[in-house]
């Protein structure tokens, strides 16, 4: 089989067993095309050593990247033993570089208003903004599952919205006034009301992680906003203001639609004074 081959057999399998996202998909496929540049063997043939002098080719790469190429080849040799291509795993001897707890920006609450407000509503697009900066705060979404927002996800009378994340799976997550008043103002106004996707690019097109992002960047700008934000800080910024205001993290872990508990404590981070002042009030013998 050519390596081309491999890699569209590959993207099959992913996509359509593994039902993983698109982007996914293209990242683990980019990584898994990068070590079968790199190595002269067939990828049944290829040993430990090979995978090994793979990332010793890349030690200046970030450890957290190391991680996800390694991550990329184990499954790509996960399937190749399913398809019956290989007996062993070669990435079964290779452990992953250690990774240290990774948190990202967070925002306070005066720094999210303050982006808010920085939105000119005075058109169109800046109506869309003000509704894409909202739901990202009010609701925690994923980018992805941001732009993939459909109309007929959007019960407002119920004050949820439907969100389909990781692996097709679908969630309910409730939304406050502030966003739910946000988005009906900018359908109200949008120029292609019968789209399906809440938030539409010029044409009509459902919109871009990529436009999301830099518009982001440039709201936070305007905003004197000097740290470095993306869609994801909203989110994080989400997670961390609920716990820190006595949410519990188990539904905070259901809003973010995360598999396990483990993921939600490292994206909701609590300074020590607040979990110390609920260890104090919730002891038995306070």
């Known amino acids: ?107 306070s609450v005066d720094e999210v208003v303050d982006i808010l407000e920085s939105v000119d509503l005075n058109s169109e697009k800046g109506l869309r903004d003000r509704a894409i900066l909202e739901v990202l705060y009010g609701c925690g979404l994923r980018v992805s599952e941001l732009t993939e927002l459909k109309v007929q996800d959007l019960f407002f009378e119920e004050g949820f919205v439907r969100v389909v994340g990781k692996g097709n799976k679908q969630r309910l997550v409730p939304i406050g006034e502030p966003a739910m008043e946000a988005v009906q103002a900018y359908l109200d106004a949008r120029s292609f009301p019968t789209q399906e996707h809440v938030f539409l690019n ?42 820190e205001n006595g949410a519990d993290l188990r539904m905070v872990q259901e809003m973010l639609g995360h598999e396990s508990i483990t993921t939600t404590e490292i994206y909701t981070h609590v300074d020590t004074s607040t979990w110390q002042r609920d260890v104090i009030a919730h002891h038995p013998r306070r």
């Open 1 to 107: 089989m050519s390596g081309r081959r491999y890699i569209e057999d590959y993207a099959w399998y992913l996509k359509i067993e593994r039902a993983m996202s698109p982007y996914t998909v293209a990242s683990y496929c980019s990584d898994v095309q990068a070590f079968l540049d790199f190595c002269p063997k067939p990828p049944e043939k290829v040993e430990a050593e090979d995978i090994l002098a793979f990332l010793a080719s890349r030690q200046n790469m970030a450890k957290r990247s190391q991680a996800r190429f390694l991550s990329a080849l184990k499954s790509f040799y996960r399937w190749l033993i399913l398809d019956g291509e290989r007996i062993t795993d070669p990435c079964d001897r290779i452990d992953a570089p250690k990774l240290g707890r990774y948190l990202p920006e967070v925002l």
């Open 202 to 243: 010029r044409n009509g097109g459902s919109l871009s992680r990529v436009s999301v992002f830099k518009m982001i960047k440039a709201q936070a700008m305007k905003a004197g906003v000097k740290k470095e934000i993306s869609p994801h800080t909203f989110r994080h910024s989400f997670a961390t203001h609920l716990v």
